[in-house]
């Protein structure tokens, strides 16, 4: 399928959203996280669900307090434009640590995204996180 110039832009600046996501996580930069949903996103985390950006975000940061580390590693992006619309499936892999470095716990998964462009702009206005598969285990050096 051939794309053209305006859709690869629009498909970079929706894996740029997509990555900021996972990164701002990371850095547990919470105002930046807020910045990849729409005001009105819905996201669901298995049963849970959250409606827009400041409960997303207050919903992150409690569930992630507890681990010392986390690194959300991405990929095998498939993004599908329509217009001023997108719909991305995007694999995931995230590794949490405990402070003291004695216990991780790693899922992977999909994450299934519906996006705008809103005021100029890419964001998430719909997210499922499809857990696939988790462990947890002591970490030996």
């Known amino acids: 399928m051939d794309l053209s110039a305006a859709q690869l832009a629009d498909r970079q600046r929706i894996v740029e959203v997509i990555d900021r996501y996972a990164s701002a996580l990371d850095d547990k930069d919470y105002a930046r ?19 827009g950006p400041d409960a997303v975000a207050a919903y992150c940061e409690a569930s992630l307090a ?35 470095g004695g216990e991780i716990w790693v899922v992977g998964g ?23 598969w988790s462990e947890r285990r002591a970490i030996t050096a």
Not at 33 to 51: I, K, M, N, P, Q
Not at 72 to 99: C, F, K, Q, W
Not at 114 to 122: A, F, M, S, V
């Open 66 to 100: 507890r681990w010392g580390a986390t690194q959300h590693l991405l990929g095998n992006y498939e993004i599908a434009l329509d217009g001023d619309r997108a719909a991305a499936r995007t694999a995931m892999h995230a590794s949490h640590v405990a402070p003291d």
């Open 33 to 51: 996280f807020r910045t990849c949903f729409s005001d009105d996103a819905a996201v669901h985390y298995g049963e849970t669900v959250l409606r």
């Open 110 to 132: 999909t994450y299934v995204d519906r996006l705008e462009r809103r005021d100029g702009g890419w964001v998430i206005v719909e997210r499922a996180l499809e857990a696939k």
